[in-house]
């Protein structure tokens, strides 16, 4: 099931329709001539144009409703048969007048029509089953609440259709204001006074500019039957449109309005708005790349004809902007499920992301950190539902080939073997198991309580080689934690400085209890570091330096210590030759290599959980690298996971 869904994504990304099933038609980068936009006359030529075909489209309706089969209705016939007011005269007036005096707007006495109706229905029909179903709508029409039901509908249906002006009735107010004024120049009566003195108020010249701009420019038309709008957009060099469009059958519509655009900081074009012209030529049966190879060629004021969206839209509110870290690489290139390749964002694991718009659930709009001043656009990025959806896809269907392979196997390995089914390599994956973005907050440190660093690497990286010169040189700033072992204490060891002697229970009670970041058996002996050896070196206001295996940090970083974890990487492996060869070291080429290998597997499986990394390429540079990256948590704010802050 889960495979043929996939199949249909593929098949869906790589059909023609789908490859450009939405397009952005202006992006920073377009090469943009210049089109100058036509007057606005002749827009509203075109407005009146529609109106004139709108008008004769209503006056056609208008006679069709009143060409009426008198023997269609009761009310009709019983009409024609009155010589008073005939159904048959042949004037428009007559039949209008007819309908006026003969239709009641009184909803009891139609329901009392209709029963009749109803009982002469009855009455013609042989069939027994059909007047049985007469008999049951007789019932219902009898009944009190089915009458109230139908009162209350007459009444609503009344006031619905009565006729309320949307728009100004005029835009020459002042010119009709000065006329009467002269008019009452002579005037000595008290009304005509009062009138004089309310028309020289500056009320009437403010209506004439909004009713203008209502009437000649923004006002809302109608185009062959549909309500229309025109929206005025002002085209940049920096500041694109930014809007995408996308085909349904033979109209363009408005598919997504992109922040930090024209149009998204206008308010003026909405998702779902149908273009019909963009200054003045015709948008309908045109494939989404044409408009936007039209739209790239033009510069200035665009104006745009839109068919307002049908769509309920939510009431305005205020965006929050979340901030993301990344936990994989995203190439919008190399993704055929983007809507709009265009916009896409490109990111690498650890980058953080700045998302202002959630609107769509699957494609979230973002920007890059320290990138919003270069790009004026915000980017698409996969939401993190969706990006789980499909990691699960991927998992799933590559258990499922594993599953396969393994029953090849089996069928070879022994005719037996075939008749039994192989374990299954599948498991259901929990969305929480798949990492897509951690939301983050900016935290600045206090002064008196540092946050505690773990430096962590393969072995013959050189971190511990760090840590060590780090405490030698500032003893006063940095310290390690006391560990905890079940060994016996030595004569010069003493308990709380060099380790906390423990007893073997005490120290299985501690483990249980999940206190130690990590821990370990040597010699059978058991040690591990608590988190509140780590605390008390905090207390103290110095810097608590660990070495850390890749086991404890889930450990170490769930914890509510805010650590700070550099990652050190070894340098290629002849440069790790010469630096091991300099501390008296003579590695086999096979150990290089491993060393290398593992420091891949590390950031590829733990790399989320680096907030820094060093290249350990010279002892000298890595650790003035490192101090730098310490001593920046004291003069600048960092991100951390939100979660922390709570």
Not at 1 to 24: D, F, K, L, T, W
Not at 326 to 348: H, K, N
Not at 391 to 406: A, M, N, V
Request: some cysteine; charged content about 30%; hydrophobic content about 30%.
């Amino acid at each position: 099931m889960i495979m043929s869904h996939m199949n249909g994504y593929v098949q869906e990304a790589s059909g023609q329709a789908i490859s450009h099933r939405e397009r952005a038609v202006d992006c920073p980068g377009d090469d943009s001539g210049l089109i100058k936009s036509p007057h606005c006359s002749a827009h509203m030529e075109r407005i009146q144009h529609y109106q004139e075909e709108l008008k004769k489209r209503r006056e056609e309706d208008s006679r069709g409703k009143h060409d009426i089969d008198p023997n269609a209705s009761l009310r009709l016939k019983k009409l024609a048969q009155n010589p008073k007011v005939g159904i048959d005269n042949p004037t428009f007036e007559g039949k209008e007048k007819a309908t006026k005096d003969t239709f009641s707007q009184d909803p009891v006495a139609d329901m009392v029509e209709l029963l009749q109706a109803l009982k002469w229905a009855k009455h013609c029909l042989a069939d027994a089953q059909s007047q049985e179903d007469v008999e049951l709508i007789m019932q219902l029409l009898a009944k009190e609440d089915f009458k109230n039901a139908y009162t209350i509908y007459s009444a609503v249906s009344e006031q619905m259709t009565r006729v309320i002006p949307t728009s100004p009735l005029t835009s020459q107010a002042e010119d009709l204001c000065q006329e009467v004024q002269k008019i009452l120049q002579s005037s000595q009566h008290k009304e005509g006074l009062e009138l004089k003195v309310l028309l020289t108020k500056p009320h009437l010249q403010a209506h004439d500019s909004v009713a203008g701009q209502e009437m000649e420019e923004d006002n809302l038309t109608q185009y062959i039957g549909e309500t229309v709008k025109l929206v005025r957009l002002e085209k940049a060099r920096d500041t694109p449109l930014g809007a995408t469009v996308r085909n349904d059958m033979d109209s363009v519509l408005v598919s997504r309005v992109v922040k930090g655009g024209a149009a998204e900081k206008s308010g003026l074009l909405s998702e779902g708005d149908e273009i019909l012209e963009i200054n003045g030529v015709s948008i309908r049966g045109k494939h989404v790349n044409e408009v936007h190879d039209l739209l790239q060629q033009m510069q200035g004021t665009l104006t745009f004809l839109l068919i307002p969206s049908s769509q309920i839209k939510p009431a305005p509110h205020r965006q929050t902007v979340m901030h993301v870290r990344a936990y994989f690489d995203y190439d919008p290139s190399d993704d055929p499920f983007v809507p709009c390749r265009e916009l896409g964002l490109s990111f690498q694991k650890g980058d953080i992301l700045h998302v202002i718009s959630q609107d769509d659930p699957n494609w979230w709009q973002a920007y890059r950190d320290g990138d919003e001043d270069n790009q004026p656009l915000a980017g698409l990025i996969p939401g993190k539902s969706f990006q789980q959806q499909r990691e699960t896809l991927k998992k799933t269907i590559t258990d499922r080939s594993r599953e396969h392979q393994g029953r090849l196997w089996y069928a070879k390995k022994s005719k037996r073997q075939k008749k039994k089914s192989p374990s299954t390599l599948s498991r259901d994956f929990d969305y929480d198991d798949i990492l897509t973005y951690e939301e983050m907050s900016l935290y600045h440190q206090p002064a008196n309580r540092k946050r505690p660093i773990g430096l962590i690497g393969p072995t013959n990286s050189g971190h511990d080689e760090l840590r060590r010169r780090l405490l030698s040189i500032e003893p006063e700033k940095f310290a390690v934690a006391v560990p905890h072992t079940t060994r016996n204490s030595r004569i010069h060891e003493r308990n709380g400085r060099e380790y906390h002697f423990v007893s073997r229970p005490a120290f299985d009670t501690d483990l249980a209890a999940g206190k130690f970041i990590e821990s370990g058996e040597y010699e059978k002996n058991f040690y591990g570091t608590s988190t509140d050896s780590v605390r008390h070196v905090i207390n103290s206001g110095r810097i608590c330096l660990l070495c850390l295996h890749t086991r404890s940090l889930q450990v170490f970083r769930s914890s509510n210590l805010k650590p700070y974890v550099i990652f050190i990487a070894p340098p290629s492996q002849e440069r790790l030759r010469t630096l091991l060869a300099a501390e008296g070291k003579t590695p086999k080429p096979e150990e290089l290599k491993e060393v290398i290998e593992k420091a891949r597997e590390m950031e590829h499986n733990f790399g989320h959980f680096f907030d820094a990394t060093i290249v350990n390429m010279d002892p000298e540079q890595a650790f003035h690298e490192l101090r730098r990256l310490i001593d920046k948590l004291d003069t600048e704010p960092q991100w951390v996971p939100t979660s922390w802050l709570c």
